[in-house]
T-cell receptor, first 114, second 113 residues
């Protein structure tokens, strides 16, 4: 079974703090993704990576950065947390090619910025 | 802007009935289509994927794809209360590249006893 783990299920941070969200997958997937999910807005892609040290902006990258130093790990960084970044953050991973390219999601991190 | 549209619901069906969930997409180049189930407070779980026009069946679930009409649907036969969840439609490009998916906002399904 594919396993995608995220460092925290719940996180509370203060405005202006630097926040790190970690994601690890054990399937040797090339692709990794960070989404945020908000009521009425659905899942929106923040950043994705298709290889180590490679990253591409998604639809809403502003205020975020990412790091992928190892294939299995993809980190999302909020440089200076703001209240509008309060959300559910979902990491996912997938193969890059072949028939089984569907993303598998981690359990999510619910981040509250006060 | 690529868009994936779903009726937000809630869609209410009695136990044992067929639930029909629909999704339309705007990008004609889309080639991979997925259905995820999401229980409240949980992360999305993949339940079906389809790449070719027609029907694909897996147990009580059937995915239907019509690329000409840019339409994909999910049928759930013999609906159970445990099927009550939000169903997300996701659409992507060719299976060989990128794999960025665009998600709909989901349809809430309620299966009533």
């Amino acid at each position: 079974d594919v396993k995608v783990t995220q460092s925290s299920r719940y996180l509370v941070k203060r405005t202006g703090e630097k926040v790190f969200l970690e994601c690890v997958q054990d399937m040797d997937h090339e692709n990794m993704f960070w989404y945020r999910q908000d009521p009425g807005l659905g899942l929106r892609l923040i950043y994705f990576s298709y290889d180590v040290k490679m990253k591409e902006k998604g639809d809403i990258p502003e205020g975020y950065s990412v790091s992928r130093e190892k294939k299995e790990r993809f980190s999302l960084i909020l440089e200076s947390a703001s209240t509008n970044q309060t959300s559910m953050y979902l990491c996912a991973s997938s193969y890059h090619r072949g028939p089984n390219v569907m993303p598998y999601f981690g359990p999510g991190t619910r981040l509250t910025v006060t | 802007q690529k868009e994936v549209e779903q009726n937000s619901g809630p869609l209410s069906v009695p136990e044992g009935a067929i639930a029909s969930l629909n999704c339309t997409y705007s990008d004609r180049g889309s080639q991979s289509f997925f259905w995820y189930r999401q229980y409240s407070g949980k992360s999305p779980e993949l339940i079906m994927f389809i790449y070719s026009n027609g029907d694909k069946e897996d147990g009580r679930f059937t995915a239907q794809l019509n690329k000409a009409s840019q339409y994909v649907s999910l049928l759930i036969r013999d609906s159970q209360p445990s099927d009550s969840a939000t169903y997300l439609c996701a659409v992507g490009g060719a299976p060989g590249g990128g794999n960025k998916l665009t998600f709909g906002t989901g349809t809430q399904l309620k299966v009533e006893l």
